[in-house]
Nanobody
C-alpha cells in the first residue's frame, strides 16, 4: 500500500532553515508527480511546492519563491523541501503528497493528489 512519511520538522527561529524529507513506499515513485502542502493554524490547507514526475519542472506558491526549493531523489524514493529564511508565518503542519496518476506534471491543485503523509510540524518563532 502507498505510504508517505514526512520528517525534518521542528522549532526554529526566524531566519533559520529546515529541510523536510518525505519517504515514499508502495508505488513506483519515479513516475509520480509530488507536492508539498501546508496547513497554518486556523487556516485551510494550501499548496507550497510541486515537482513533476521527472523532476525537471517545479512549481511554487508565491510566498515560497526564492526561499523554498523542492527536489527529489528517485534512488531514495524521496522528495524534499529545503526551507530557507523562515518566517513566523511559515509555521504550519507540512504534508507530502503524491498525485493519483503517473507521468503527470507539477500541480497546485490538491484534487489531483490522492496520497498524503501524516504531516510534520514546523514552528518558527519570532
Amino acid at each position: 500500500q502507498v505510504q508517505l512519511v514526512e520528517s525534518g520538522g521542528g522549532l526554529v527561529q526566524a531566519g533559520r532553515s529546515l529541510r523536510l524529507s518525505c519517504t515514499a513506499s508502495g508505488f513506483v515513485f519515479s513516475i509520480n508527480a509530488m507536492g508539498w502542502f501546508r496547513q497554518q493554524p486556523r487556516k485551510e490547507r494550501e499548496f507550497v511546492a510541486g515537482i513533476n514526475w521527472s523532476g525537471q519542472r517545479t512549481l511554487y506558491q508565491d510566498s515560497a519563491k526564492g526561499r523554498f526549493t523542492i527536489s527529489r531523489d528517485n534512488a531514495k524514493n524521496g522528495v524534499y523541501l529545503q526551507m530557507n529564511s523562515l518566517k513566523p508565518e511559515d509555521t504550519a503542519v507540512y504534508y507530502c503528497a503524491a498525485q493519483n496518476g503517473i507521468f503527470q506534471e507539477e500541480s497546485s491543485n490538491a484534487d489531483v493528489y490522492g496520497y498524503w503523509g501524516q504531516g510534520t510540524q514546523v514552528s518558527v518563532s519570532s
